[in-house]
C-alpha cells in the first residue's frame, strides 16, 4: 500500500465529553442522536464505531468533526474546544486537522476524481502547492484507481469511496474520520483500505471508522459500540497493533 503518512509527534487527544445532540423528526419528536455520549480516540490508534442503523455513528463522527455542535457536551482536540468555535473557525480547524469520508461521499458528480481529490487544497490555496498533484496520484493509484478523464459520477460506487478516501488523506491529516468507508467495496478493496487505516493509525494518526466490516473493525485498537444514541460498550484489544 503506498498510502503515504509522515510520522510526527503524536497529536493532542480528540474527545467526546458527555456529548448531547437532539434533533426533530418531521412530527416534532425529539430523537436522542447523541445521549451523553463521553470517549477517547487517541492518536496512533484505529477506533472503529459499530451498531445499528439510526444509532447515532455518523452523528458521533460529525460531531467530532465540528459539524454537527452538540447541545450540552463538548467536543475537544487537545485544549482546543471545537464545539465552542463558531461555524467559521470549526470549517478553518476541520480543514487544517480532519481527513473526511462521508457515508454518501460528497464528491463533486461532475469532476474527474484528480480534481476531487484535490478539492481540499483548493479551498486552502489559490495556487496548488507544487507536489501535490503528484501526492494525489499516488493515493488514488495507490487505492487501485487508474488515472481517468471523465467525471466521477460515471466510476462505480467502489470507485468512487476510494476517490473520497485519497481526497480526504491528501493534505495528510492528523484525524481522518471514515464513515463506513469500505461500504462500497469488493472483498480485496476492502481489506485494502482496512490496512491502509490501519497502517495511517499506525504512523501516529488519529483514526475512527464507522464500520459494519468485521475486517476492519478486528483491525481496531478499540471497538465502540453504539445503540439509540448511546455508547453502550467500550471494548479495547490490546496488542491488536503490534
Ligand atoms: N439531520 C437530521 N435530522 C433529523 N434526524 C436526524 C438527522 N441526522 C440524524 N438524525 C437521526 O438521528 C439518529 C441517528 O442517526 P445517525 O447518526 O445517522 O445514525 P447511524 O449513522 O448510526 O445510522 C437517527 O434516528 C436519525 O434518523
Ligand atoms: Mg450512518
Redesign the pocket.
Known amino acids: 500500500m503506498t498510502v503515504t503518512a509522515t510520522a510526527t509527534a503524536p497529536s493532542p487527544v480528540l474527545c467526546a465529553r458527555q456529548v448531547r445532540a437532539d434533533?426533530?423528526?418531521a412530527g416534532s419528536a425529539i430523537?436522542h442522536?447523541l445521549d451523553n455520549v463521553s470517549a477517547n480516540f487517541p492518536s496512533g490508534h484505529l477506533t472503529a464505531i459499530v451498531?445499528?442503523?439510526?444509532?447515532?455513528?455518523?452523528?458521533?463522527i460529525?460531531a467530532l468533526a465540528g459539524i454537527l455542535v452538540p447541545q450540552h457536551g463538548e467536543i475537544a482536540f487537545g485544549s482546543t474546544v471545537i464545539s465552542r468555535l463558531n461555524e467559521r473557525q470549526r470549517d478553518t480547524w476541520r480543514l487544517a486537522h480532519c481527513g473526511m469520508v462521508f457515508?454518501d461521499f460528497r464528491l463533486i458528480d461532475e469532476l474527474d476524481p484528480l480534481s476531487n481529490t484535490l478539492l481540499p487544497a483548493q479551498f486552502r490555496r489559490a495556487r496548488l502547492p507544487d507536489g501535490l498533484r503528484e501526492r494525489a496520484r499516488e493515493l488514488l493509484a495507490g487505492f487501485g484507481l487508474p488515472l481517468r478523464a471523465g467525471p466521477v459520477k460515471a466510476l462505480s460506487r467502489g470507485e468512487q469511496q476510494r476517490v473520497a478516501l485519497a481526497r480526504a488523506l491528501l493534505l495528510d491529516p492528523p484525524v481522518i474520520l471514515a464513515?463506513e468507508p469500505t461500504a462500497s467495496l469488493d472483498r480485496e478493496n476492502a481489506q485494502r483500505i482496512a490496512d491502509a487505516l490501519r497502517a495511517l493509525a499506525r504512523s501516529g494518526k488519529t483514526v475512527v471508522a464507522?464500520t459494519h466490516d468485521e475486517r476492519l473493525a478486528a483491525l481496531a485498537d478499540t471497538v465502540l459500540t453504539?445503540k439509540s444514541?448511546q455508547l453502550i460498550e467500550t471494548v479495547a484489544r490490546p496488542g491488536v497493533s503490534e
Not at 51 to 60: A, C, D, E, I, M
Open positions: 434533533f426533530a423528526d430523537i442522536a451498531g445499528p442503523s439510526g444509532s447515532g455513528k455518523t452523528s458521533l460529525h457515508q464513515d464507522v453504539m444514541g
